[in-house]
């Protein structure tokens, strides 16, 4: 899709540059250039190629959100702008959504009945305008539809003074490249489902035993250490807030350490002297932004394989260091281990034993889901040899920024 959406988008910039440059080929250079100046702006067509590159750029953004009245109505401009039509129109199945130009008083009721025969046959289409008012310059129209993954959308409708196979092309070009660019959005929304699913299903891992051992755990304190019980209550309550919060995917490291110290908070509390844990964190990499519990999971798990799997002192170390462009995360412990041919089974999905082990494919998948498959866990393990988790996550990634809205339920 990625590389259809790039192939598309270059054919696009290609044949609109040949036809803008015939327009912008004709404009006077600047006064700097006439006098003799060394300026060096290139030839007509590649002038007209930045420019149909730099408005199409413009006009991207909003149609990602998807063909709604108001994407259509930011991007309508640019892409008459980019086209250099008289008029443009952008219809969804049955209603114009933006019209940019003269003419929407009395054009738009022709174009939606235009539009249903454009979505009918799944082709463009250029007709004469019939328009009787001597004053209206739209005299010829094409009507290039717009597809997404559920087929037929709607339609980019140019209106052009006179008849011109290259405004044929060229709209039916641009029709396909908005058509990328909606695709895009229904594939965004559909990774913002998954990733609100993959949440959903850490979240219902979250052991109803740890819930009702934090909760045992609390109360043994209340009558001998009434004031340690209240702490461990505020930090529980903080930790299931955190954990069950219904915005944003993304979320701060130093928010996600923080709910891992709650969590390990409830679990020392009924562990004791048995769990050990140290933190070496680099305060110059607690601002960066990551997947929402992409690392608490993790946390649990080296719970489960040091402590409730095994009898002897449980030593945790987490990690967080600066490495230049990136944060490097590392979770350690000297737990039973793994079988690794084990692990790349779980890792694969897997259903091993009686659990999932849903925890370490599902950071892994969300991981390589916003970051590239450079960017998966790294686990090293062996049977009795303990598990060192490593997490990659760059500094800034475009798009990967925490929720901004409070993070109660």
């Not at 990602?64 to 008289?86: C, F, H, N, P």
């Not at 094409?142 to 597809?147: G, H, I, K, R, S």
Request: proline residues 5%; positive net charge.
């Amino acid at each position: 899709m990625t590389g259809a959406g790039t192939a598309l988008l270059v054919a696009a910039v290609a044949v609109l540059a040949l036809a803008a440059g015939y327009a912008l080929g004709r404009r006077p250079l600047p006064r700097g250039a006439r006098a003799g100046r060394h300026l060096d702006l290139g030839t007509p067509v590649e002038r007209a190629t930045f420019h149909t590159l730099h408005t199409a750029s413009l006009a991207a953004p909003p149609l990602r959100a998807g063909l709604t009245e108001d994407a259509a109505r930011k991007a309508a401009k640019r892409l008459r702008s980019l086209l250099g039509t008289e008029a443009l129109c952008l219809t969804d199945r049955e209603a114009v959504l933006a019209w940019d130009g003269p003419g929407a008083d009395h054009h738009e009721r022709r174009a939606v009945a235009r539009v249903a025969e454009v979505l009918r046959s799944g082709r463009s289409m250029s007709v004469r305008t019939e328009c009787q008012r001597p004053d209206c310059p739209l005299k010829w129209a094409v009507f290039a539809p717009l597809t997404g993954e559920d087929g037929m959308l709607g339609a980019l409708v140019a209106y052009g003074s006179r008849e011109s196979a290259v405004l044929v092309r060229a709209a039916t070009e641009v029709a396909r490249w908005v058509s990328v660019q909606l695709e895009l959005a229904e594939l965004d929304r559909s990774r913002t489902r998954l990733m609100e699913a993959e949440i959903k299903a850490l979240r219902a891992q979250i052991s109803p035993h740890f819930i009702f051992n934090s909760l045992a755990a609390i109360a043994s304190f209340v009558r001998t250490d009434p004031e340690r019980a209240r702490d461990l209550l505020l930090e529980f309550a903080d930790f299931t807030r955190y954990s069950f919060r219904r915005h944003g995917d993304f979320t701060t490291l130093a928010e996600e350490l923080r709910s891992i110290e709650q969590y390990l908070a409830l679990a020392g509390a009924r562990f004791g002297d048995r769990l050990k844990v140290t933190l070496q964190v680099a305060p110059e990499v607690l601002p960066v932004a990551l997947p929402f519990l992409c690392l608490q999971p993790l946390v649990e798990n080296a719970v489960k394989h040091g402590l409730e799997d095994s009898t002897k002192e449980c030593r945790i170390t987490i990690a967080a260091r600066d490495a230049g462009s990136e944060a490097l995360l590392t979770i350690e412990d000297n737990g039973v281990g793994m079988d690794p041919a084990l692990l790349r089974r779980i890792l694969a999905g897997e259903r091993v034993g009686g659990s999932s082990g849903i925890g370490l494919p599902n950071v892994d998948e969300r991981l390589r889901q916003v970051y590239g498959d450079a960017y998966g866990l790294v686990v090293e393990t062996g049977v009795g040899a303990g598990m060192k988790v490593t997490v990659r996550v760059p500094k800034y990634r475009p798009g990967v920024h925490p929720a901004t809205a409070p993070v109660g339920p």
